[in-house]
Structure formats: C-alpha cells, structure tokens
C-alpha cells in the first residue's frame, strides 16, 4: 500500500472514531517488511487537522495544514467521502465496534474511492511514533520506505478502561 493510501485509511479511522462519538481507542496494525507494527502516518496541527506542510522558519515552524473545505486536499476529500458513506447524518455506527474486521473492510472499500485519486496529501515521506511490535522496538520516526510492503493487518478496539 502507497504512503497516501495509508494515510487516507488512518485518517479514516480517526474520522469513524469522531463521527460516531466512540469512546473505544481504534488502532490499526500494520503487516510490513519488518514485521507487525504501529505508526501515526501524518502528524496533527491545529484542532487535530493533519499538518501537509511544516518547515522552519525563523527559530520557529510554519505549518499548513488540512482545509476541510478544499476539494483538492486528500484529507477533506476523504473526511467527506465517510461522512456521507457511513451516512452519519442519520446514524452514529457505533454498532460496527462490535466487529472490527468489518470496519476495517468498510474503511478500505470508503478509500478505495476514485475521487481520492490525485488529490494532495502531506509533503512528508515519514511515519511517526513507530512501534515494532514483534522486537520491541520504538522509534520517534522513519522513512516510509524503510517499511517495506505495508498492509493493513487489524483493526485493534480498545476500550477506555482496558489499561495497558
């Protein structure tokens, strides 16, 4: 899967979670080159919109972030696409918790849409907060490319009283 396509399926999740007012945590673990991990594959600015530019300037950062009302901007496009997909006008979907692997294929079928093609997406090439699950490591960030051949391999609910 392409960095956009995973990051279109992330920020789908996040808007599921928004939109249907889920108190659960959704994570998404990702089969790669490396083995089974977690990654955030945008970071966020202002009111949790994704940041598609940041550079330094002057002892400090500037950032662009995403515009919900941009129909160019990947992130819009694809918050748009679930909204009206899911039909959250009507209904909350909190019944797809129950089972993820739904979900999940839901998700990915709402991505797989051809509006989203072309659109303008992050400037970054990397992934943040990187989680090997299999070899414990950590790593603050990495390449998107260093991961291999990545796919989506769960979609993880967990409850806000489960503790770690």
Known sequence: MELDKVQQLQYAVACFKEFSHAKSQLSLIWETGHGFATFNSYQVG??????????????????????????????????????????????????????????????????????????????????????FLESNVTLPFLDFSFLGDVEPASLVLKSSTDTE
Do not use: C
């Open 46 to 131: 202002n009111r949790n919109s994704p940041i598609l530019t940041r550079k330094p300037v002057f002892e400090a950062f500037s950032e662009s972030v995403s515009d919900p009302s941009n129909s160019i901007d990947m992130f819009a496009v694809t918050r748009h696409l679930l909204y009206n997909e899911f039909n959250f006008s009507l209904v909350s979907n909190l019944f797809l918790l129950e089972d993820p692997s739904i979900l999940l294929n839901q998700l990915l079928d709402t991505i797989d849409d051809s509006q989203l093609s072309g659109k303008k997406g992050t400037d970054s090439t990397k992934v943040w907060n990187v989680s």
